[in-house]
């Protein structure tokens, strides 16, 4: 089974609206994080935010929220006022603490800001 | 300083060619990955070093070798590539420990390798 699920290969949004990129997990360790990467076309990686199984609270780095829903297994990235600068790849991905150093990544969703 | 430095940026070599990859963190990492990727792919996994030693070898072709040098350098090392292996290879570090925010994996921009 996948580890990390995302179902949206390609969105559109315009410029400062909202958009939330969806991403499913499946694990069986407790004690996990997950994580949200943007690759420009340039190709460097870019960690946007983390959160982990046991934060009480959904994370937040600026424009960045993290729409964690445990029972659901799901981690969704919302990104708020989007700008044309937000236009790339977004990849959720998995750590299980329990199992070693492995990162697993899902499939992508490529983003692009409308002006 | 989350930053991970490669070189060189852009690769073009041929089949016959042997050539190196070099990564480098000084964030105290003690773990080290090796990804691939193709365009509009997630990466893929390579090598995992972990506290210097190889940890994950992911089935890799023996035409790419890994190597450690200390725990701030990773090189990979390139012998006889195929034009299937023209790809960006990533090199990333995370702190090797675990259950923390500390734990994130921070990537290097990358080397974009062409094999003619």
């Known amino acids: 089974a996948q580890k990390i699920t995302q179902t949206q290969p390609g969105m559109f949004v315009q410029e400062k609206e909202a958009v939330t990129l969806d991403c499913t997990y499946d694990t069986s360790d407790p004690s996990y994080g997950l994580f949200w990467y943007k690759q420009p076309s340039s190709g460097e990686m870019i960690f946007l935010i983390y959160q982990g199984s046991y934060d009480q609270q959904n994370a937040t780095e600026g424009r960045y929220s993290l729409n964690f829903q445990k029972a659901r297994k799901s981690a969704n990235l919302v990104i708020s006022a989007s700008q044309l600068g937000d236009s790339a790849m977004y990849f959720c991905?998995?750590?299980?603490?329990?199992?070693?150093?492995?990162?697993?990544f899902g499939t992508g969703t490529s983003l692009t800001v409308i002006p | 300083d989350t930053e991970v430095t490669q070189t060189p940026k852009h690769l073009v070599m041929g089949m016959t060619n042997k050539k190196s990859l070099k990564c480098e963190q000084h964030?105290?990492?003690?773990?080290m990955y090796w990804y691939k990727q193709k365009a509009k792919k997630p990466p893929e996994l390579m090598f995992v070093?972990?506290?210097?030693?190889?940890?994950i070898n992911e089935s890799v072709p023996s035409r790419f070798s890994p190597e450690c040098p200390n725990s701030s350098l990773l090189n990979l090392h390139l012998h006889a590539l195929q034009p299937e292996d023209s790809a960006l290879y990533l090199c990333?570090?995370?702190?090797?420990?675990?259950?923390?925010?500390?734990?994130?994996?921070?990537f290097g921009p990358g080397t974009r390798l062409l094999v003619l």
């Open positions: 990333a570090s995370s702190s090797g420990t675990s259950g923390r925010k500390q734990e994130t994996q921070y």
């Open positions: 991905a998995m750590r299980e603490f329990s199992f070693g150093n492995q990162f697993y």
């Open positions: 070093y972990s506290y210097e030693k190889l940890s």
């Open positions: 964030m105290g990492h003690r773990a």
